[in-house]
Structure formats: structure tokens, C-alpha cells
């Protein structure tokens, strides 16, 4: 696929939004899309024009983007344009996440003013499909091949998001066998072979199907593995879960080797036949595999990652229980697993400002900087509260997560030059987690005092 030529079909939206406040300082918030794996130079959005800013105005507002993902994108203080400066890969950027956003801040000066930037990177159809093998063998014994017997495939996998993901499994044409595909709830899809006439094993030993992924994506892209069906008999019966779904709720942050689960799948066979390993299959992902360990002999699940709510809230194992029989039978289970969010993210603070001086004859309710205060945590873990310093003539004004500070007070250089501002953030977590910074603000001198003698009469 042509990926540079079907950027140039789409066109940058944008979308904004001011508060006025009774003040007198104005907040306001861009919102732009732009397609992943944009040439460097084009246009996202003409920012001076959507903020209302006048062209001869350009030189003297000093126009300027302050954020970690600036490196991406260029503001031109001349003209105010947006543009692309690096390489924008969805999936490099926001991995499978479904909305990928990157918030930036834009700085205008003389007045001072601070403006949120929210862009949506947009997916493109640049990934196929791909399964982790490309042969993938399934043995069934003949004893046991009655219609409609259903037997696990492998899924593919597609970087890409949303209508580019896997949308549809097609499997070549076969009298034995068919396909079902499933939809789960976290909407992956699950193909199914289903077994459509009895299999003798005298008559064919070995049946050979291809299975197919293809996206939804325009034009679309495809992946496909060859399956191989091995006839066989002996065993008689497959281990079995005593639930076919388990549902756990798990706070973040557990200890590691923490067993969450003990599963038990019975086999009533004897000896080898009964004897049962335990195993994640091919719909469990290798992220989850990282985060949680399943003892093949015990069936205990164990922690052996970090859990982290902020990451990722909900998995889902996969879990087979196969038995050491001729041929191997095997049952399997889905465990689904919440993740509830701890306050484990103390909340972080920046501030900002044109210079770290104000005059002493500001007048009062003058905006001396921003502060931005955020808290990955959700519920009360995430709410903030801020607070500065007292006895001092500055407060702050809020509005959501972002304040303002502002002088509250008279200021006289001559009575107080320098003063050092202390902000603490504290969340209602509990226990409350709190994060403090230091601001120190200068005060300039104006020619506020007449000269005088130390008597009136020499």
C-alpha cells in the first residue's frame, strides 16, 4: 500500500474551544487529526488562525510550543502553521491502544496566555495480519470424531486498530471441516474449526486447510497459516474445568508470586491418560504472559510483572489442560480479570512562566504564571487539590487541573525583593499522596520613591 499517497487524501480538522473568565485570563483548547506516517512539512493546523491571533500581531506574541511531544510537530511563529516534523507511527506511538492523542501546549505572550493542543494521530491500513506460526498441526482421534466437535485455531494479529484490524477468517474449502468465528467481549475474534464428517483414519491420515485473517481495512490486507489435521486414535476422555469461566477482581500493585487462582481440571482416565499439564494457549497475549505465570503441573496462576490499573484495567487467560494420553486430549477455560485501581501515582505539578520577575506595582489579580497539576490515578485517587504558601500576596485560581497564579496583594521591592512560593498537590486518595514544588518570584523596582534628606533644615 502507498502510504505517503493515501495520507494526502485526508485533510487536518480542527475544533476549539475558550473559557472567559471573570478574571480577565482566557484558557482555551485546539483539537486537530492527522493521519499517521504524514510527510514532514505537512499541515496540521493554522494555530495563529484558530486562536484569533492577527498576523502583524505574530512577531510580538512569540508563538511557541512547550511540550515533551513538540519534538513531532513545528509551530511557525511567522505564520503560525502546524506542521509535521518527524515521523508519526500510530502503533510505535500508542501500541494497540484504540484512541492515540498527543496533548500539547502552545505559550503566547505579551499577554501571557497558555493553550491545550490536542492531536489525534489517525490509523492507516499499513500492517497485515500475521499469525505467531506459520503451521499450525491439530490431532484428533478417530474414536472420537462426531459432527460438530470444535477445536481451537491460532488468532492473528494486526498492529493496526479499528476498521484495519482482523475483520473476517476464511478457510479453504474442505468436506471434513468448516469454520465458526466468535466475537469475545474485549471484540477480538476467535476462529473455530468445526469438524463436519466422521474421520477414519484408514481412510485419510492427514488433512491439510489454510486459514486466512483479512482486515477490514481499504484495500485490504491479509495473513494466513497452513493447518494440518493428523488423525489418530486411543483416549477416550478430555480433562475438564469445573467452570468454563472464572472472574477475578485484583488491585493493582500485588506482590510478586502472589497466587491468584488455583485451577483444577479432572480426567477420568488412569495413568498417563488422566495425567494433566496445564498451559496458556495461542488467545492468551504475550503482554499477559509477561504479567502472570500458570504452574503446568499444580494449575496455580501467580503474579510475575507489575500490575498496573493506569496501563491496562482487564485480561484475559486462555488457559488448556491437556493430558498425556495417545493421542493428547484437552479441555480449556477463560479467566477474566479485573483490575481495580490503588493510589500508587503521587500527582505532578509543572509550572510556567515568561520570566521568574513581576514589578512591585503590579495591580492585584495580575496572572504571574500557569500551573499544571495531573494525576494518573482515577476516582478520588485523581482528584487534586492545591495548595500554597499563606501569608503571602499571591493565590491561585483554578479551573479543572490547571490554575493560575495570581497576585493578591500590595508588593514593595523595598519592603520584600524575593519571595519563595511553595505549592503542594495533594490527592483524596487514601492514604492522600501530595507532591510539592517551589516557585520563587522576584520583585522588580519602579520609581515609586522621592529622593530625601536625612533633616530638613542644615
Not at 510550543?65 to 516534523?85: Q, R, T
Not at 500475521?130 to 460438530?148: L, M, Q, R, W, Y
Request: charged share 25%; with cysteine; net charge negative.
Amino acid at each position: 500500500m502507498d502510504i505517503r499517497g493515501s495520507c494526502h487524501c485526508w485533510k487536518w480538522q480542527v475544533a476549539f474551544s475558550l473559557l472567559l473568565c471573570s478574571w480577565g485570563w482566557v484558557s482555551g483548547q485546539l483539537h486537530y487529526s492527522i493521519v499517521e506516517e504524514s510527510d514532514p512539512g505537512t499541515v496540521v493546523g493554522n494555530v495563529a488562525q484558530d486562536l484569533s491571533l492577527k498576523s502583524v500581531d505574530l512577531f510580538h506574541r512569540n508563538l511557541r510550543l512547550d511540550s515533551k511531544d513538540s519534538k513531532y510537530f513545528i509551530l511557525k511563529p511567522e505564520n503560525g502553521l502546524l506542521l509535521v516534523n518527524s515521523r508519526l507511527d500510530r502503533e510505535n506511538l500508542c501500541g494497540s491502544s484504540l484512541t492515540c492523542t498527543l496533548n500539547l501546549e502552545v505559550v503566547v505572550q505579551n499577554p501571557l496566555e497558555l493553550f491545550s493542543l490536542e492531536i489525534k494521530i489517525l490509523d492507516i491500513n499499513d500492517n497485515s495480519p500475521s499469525f505467531s506460526a506459520s503451521d499450525h498441526v491439530i490431532k484428533i482421534s478417530e474414536a472420537f470424531t462426531n459432527p460438530g466437535a470444535r477445536y481451537a485455531l491460532e488468532i492473528a494479529e494486526d498492529l493496526d486498530i479499528g476498521v484495519n484490524d482482523v475483520a473476517q477468517y476464511i478457510l479453504s474449502t474442505s468436506p471434513y471441516f468448516s469454520l465458526s468465528v466468535k466475537n469475545r467481549k474485549d471484540g477480538t475474534l476467535i476462529p473455530q474449526l468445526i469438524l463436519e464428517k466422521v474421520l477414519d483414519r484408514e481412510e485419510k491420515q492427514e488433512h491439510n486447510l489454510i486459514l486466512t485473517a483479512i482486515d477490514g481495512g481499504e484495500p485490504a490486507r491479509s495473513g494466513s497459516c497452513h493447518i494440518t489435521i493428523k488423525v489418530l486414535d486411543i483416549n477416550d476422555n478430555p480433562p475438564v474445568f469445573n467452570q468454563s469461566v472464572y472472574k477475578i477482581n485484583l488491585k493493582e500493585n500485588p506482590p510478586l508470586n502472589k497466587v491468584i487462582l488455583k485451577l483444577v481440571a479432572k480426567d477420568v482416565d488412569e495413568g498417563i491418560n488422566g495425567d494433566i499439564e496445564y498451559s496458556f494457549d495461542s488467545h492468551t497475549s504475550k503482554y499477559a504472559r509477561k504479567l502472570f505465570e500458570l504452574n503446568e503441573q499444580t494449575g496455580e496462576i501467580y503474579i510475575s510483572g507489575v500490575i498496573d490499573y493506569e496501563e491496562l484495567n482487564f485480561y484475559e487467560l486462555s488457559i488448556r489442560a491437556v493430558d498425556k494420553g495417545v493421542p493428547e486430549l484437552e479441555g480449556d477455560c477463560l479467566i477474566q480479570i479485573e483490575i481495580e485501581d490503588e493510589n500508587d501515582n503521587y500527582p505532578e505539578m509543572s509550572f510556567s512562566s515568561v520570566n521568574n520577575e513581576i514589578p512591585e506595582n503590579t495591580p492585584l489579580g495580575t496572572i504571574v504564571g500557569f500551573i499544571n497539576v495531573n494525576d494518573k490515578d482515577s476516582g478520588k485517587n485523581g482528584e487534586i487539590i492545591l495548595d500554597i504558601s499563606p501569608h503571602l500576596p499571591f493565590k491561585t485560581i483554578t479551573n479543572t487541573n490547571r490554575y493560575s497564579l495570581v497576585t493578591d496583594g500590595i508588593l514593595d521591592r523595598e519592603k520584600i525583593s524575593e519571595y519563595t512560593i511553595e505549592l503542594t498537590a495533594t490527592d483524596l486518595g487514601s492514604p492522600p499522596l501530595s507532591s510539592k514544588t517551589t516557585v520563587i518570584l522576584r520583585v522588580s523596582d519602579v520609581n515609586d520613591n522621592a529622593p530625601t534628606f536625612t533633616q530638613s533644615t542644615y
